[in-house]
Structures are given as structure tokens and as C-alpha cells.
């Protein structure tokens, strides 16, 4: 297996809910992200898919350490960036950088483009001296296919796709290493979503970029990724190449997602089997014992309720000729498969 640039292990966010005015007592807490293992590869685009809830932003907000955890670890190189502060965590900062989700909230509108794209060589000025920040801006506008002569318009100007290109741009500006990108396209046209995939795509390989790739729409995550994780209340219940997620998917969840996939090919449409879950997505402050999503599974036993399922690769696709990267949460994942 190649080396992986970023390692997870046994993340934890809990928001506390607190009763009473002057002496808050804790009577319990949000789950957000509840126990995550991930591994990012130098190089490849990590995908991470679920429903709106599920704890892919918050995740999303620890790995560039807007959010500090509860518990557990992200190691970048080895060096876990959750005990930085200071001069340390700033470094570390500069080499994993966010794209956020929506491009009219995440640009300030008092701002022109060249000071938003400029201002982290502000704080981080060994990266480019003062008498070099213009050109640099310039370049990077040209780089995210904007015009370097719109340095001093004000975001109002330009469209949602123009607007996410200018904060793909200042997110290159330190030229990091990772590129966490909350649903990048979510608020963008569907015309536009595919030019700026393409971007990322066409950046990826220009600066060897690691992408930690975050959406809800399936087909575009598998469109970028080269991995896929699936998330449901706050956990990963499945991870693998994209390949074996979406061909192959071996856990209940990940197939109701799949199956609820618009499918353009209307032969391909009407042949595919259709999942419907009932009830409804179990309340982070009250998760359910044993499998998170038994109260919802079609394959759900008594032992469900009782053993939390581990994240292990199914019986089926173990093998002694190397590792195997497609793992899942489920109890019968062999028989799903």
C-alpha cells in the first residue's frame, strides 16, 4: 500500500447540550462525528458520501483544525496536529488548506479578488514577499482559468462558478499539499459543476494535489474519486476504491444510497432493484446500540443490537496476495456482497 499522507484514527466531535442559565449541567451531546479511521494516499482524491447530518462537514472542519477534536487523532506525516498550537500547527496549516461549499458566503464582499486570494500570504509571508504578491495573485487567477485583469473586482461581479475558481485560487495559494473540499459544487449549476471537477482534476495533476473530497451526489464523487468512503451517524460504514463501492457495495446502506441514484440509461433504470428504508435517520443525541443503522436495515437481527460491527474487510475479500482496501460495517457484509 502507498504511504499515506493523513491518518484518522478514532476521531471524535461531541457538541455538549447543556440545562439551566446560571449552572450549565450537561445532559448530552450532539454526536457529530462519533469514532472515524481514515487514511488519505499521497496523491489519490478521497470521496466521502452520505446524507446531510451525517458529520462529512464536521470531519471536514477537523481536518483543517477549524474544529478541535473530542478525541483521537490526525496525523499528518506522523506528527499528529491535534496536540499543535503556535508556530507548529501554523506550518502544518499551510499544507492543508479547505475549499469551502458555498462560494457566496465564503468570500468576504468588502474584499477585491487579489486581496482574497493574497490574504494568506499575510500570515504566511515567507511564502511570497510583498513586492511579489500581485504577480502571484495574477498567476493563480490565470491557473484557476480567470482573467489576471479582474485582480481588483469585489466577488458581487462574477457568478457562482467564478466565485468557487476564486476560492479554489486562494486555497492553491500556499501551495499545500492537501486540499480538503467541503461539497465543493453543491450550490454551483449543474452546467457548471463539470467545469470545475474538471479544474480540480487538471490541478490534481498540475500540483500534485491529495484531495479529501466531500459531496452527497454520488455520481460526482465517483466521477473524482480513486476512494469512496460512506458515512452514516457520524461513522464510516464502508470504504473502498470507487470501483468496488459503487459495483460491489457490501453494506446495506451503501446499496439504498446506490439504488436511490438517478440513472440516465432508462433500460439500466427500470432493471435495478430500488431500496426503500423506512422510518427515519436516528437523532445524533440518541444513537442506537450496537449497529447505528439497524432501526432502518432490511438485514437487521438481534445480534445488531447488541455487537457494534466492526470496519474490517468482509471474509470473502480477504487474500494473501496483498492488502485489500474495501472494508465494511456490517455483520453480513459476505452476504450482501
Not at 500570504?121 to 514577499?129: C, G, K, R, S, T
Not at 501551495?175 to 453543491?186: K, L, N, Q
Not at 444513537?287 to 445480534?303: D, L, N, V, Y
Amino acid at each position: 500500500m502507498a504511504e499515506a499522507i493523513l491518518e484518522v484514527r478514532d476521531l471524535y466531535k461531541h457538541y455538549p447540550l447543556t440545562r439551566g442559565v446560571l449552572f450549565k449541567k450537561q445532559v448530552g451531546a450532539v454526536k457529530a462525528v462519533d469514532g472515524v479511521d481514515l487514511d488519505l494516499i499521497a496523491g489519490e482524491t478521497l470521496g466521502i458520501v452520505g446524507e446531510s447530518g451525517c458529520g462529512k462537514s464536521t470531519l471536514a472542519k477537523m481536518l483543517v483544525h477549524l474544529e478541535q477534536p473530542t478525541s483521537g487523532s490526525i496525523r499528518y506525516k506522523g506528527e499528529d496536529v491535534t496536540t499543535l498550537s503556535g508556530r507548529a500547527l501554523k506550518a502544518v496549516r499551510r499544507n492543508i488548506q479547505m475549499v469551502f461549499q458555498d462560494p457566496y458566503t465564503s468570500l468576504n464582499p468588502r474584499m477585491t479578488v487579489g486581496d482574497i486570494i493574497g490574504e494568506p500570504y499575510e500570515i504566511h509571508p515567507e511564502v511570497a514577499p510583498k513586492g511579489s504578491r500581485r504577480q502571484k495573485v495574477q498567476e493563480l487567477l490565470d491557473v484557476v482559468g480567470l482573467n489576471p485583469e479582474y485582480i481588483n473586482r469585489y466577488p458581487h461581479q462574477f457568478s457562482g462558478g467564478q466565485r468557487q475558481r476564486i476560492g479554489i485560487a486562494r486555497g492553491l495559494a500556499l501551495r499545500p499539499e492537501i486540499i480538503v473540499a467541503d461539497e465543493p459544487v453543491s450550490a454551483l449549476d449543474v452546467s457548471v459543476q463539470a467545469q470545475v471537477i474538471n479544474l480540480l482534476d487538471q490541478l490534481q495533476s498540475q500540483f500534485s494535489l491529495s484531495y479529501v473530497f466531500i459531496a452527497h451526489d454520488l455520481s460526482i464523487v465517483r466521477h473524482i474519486s480513486d476512494r469512496v468512503g460512506v458515512m452514516y451517524l457520524g461513522r464510516v460504514v464502508e470504504i473502498g476504491k470507487d470501483a468496488e463501492i459503487y459495483d460491489h457495495p457490501t453494506h446495506p446502506y451503501t446499496q439504498a444510497l446506490l439504488s436511490a441514484a438517478p440513472v440516465p440509461d432508462p433500460e439500466a433504470r427500470e432493471s435495478r432493484q430500488r431500496i426503500i428504508l423506512t422510518g427515519d435517520v436516528p437523532s445524533p443525541t440518541n444513537i442506537p446500540s450496537g449497529c447505528r443503522f439497524r432501526t432502518r436495515c432490511w438485514k437487521a437481527q438481534e445480534r445488531c443490537a447488541l455487537e457494534v460491527p466492526l470496519l474490517a474487510v468482509p471474509p470473502h475479500l480477504r487474500t494473501t496476495e496483498g492488502p485489500v482496501r474495501h472494508s465494511s460495517a456490517c455483520h453480513f457484509a459476505a452476504e450482501l456482497a
